[in-house]
């Protein structure tokens, strides 16, 4: 389940980042940063 949320959002993240022009090697590293704060977010809890 969460894997499945995890692919949507990176999808529209992806998809965002192309619509304002930048490369695929930022939208790589910014989506991995987001997904390390959301694992770290669910280990807190």
Excluded: F
């Excluded at 959002?9 to 619509?19: H, P, Q, W």
């Excluded at 304002?20 to 997904?35: D, F, Q, R, W, Y």
């Amino acid at each position: 389940m969460l894997k499945k949320a995890y692919s949507v959002e990176t999808k529209l993240a992806c998809i965002e980042m192309k619509k304002a022009g930048k490369s695929n090697k930022v939208i790589t590293v910014k989506v991995l940063e987001e997904l390390s704060e959301v694992e770290q977010l669910r280990l807190q809890v």
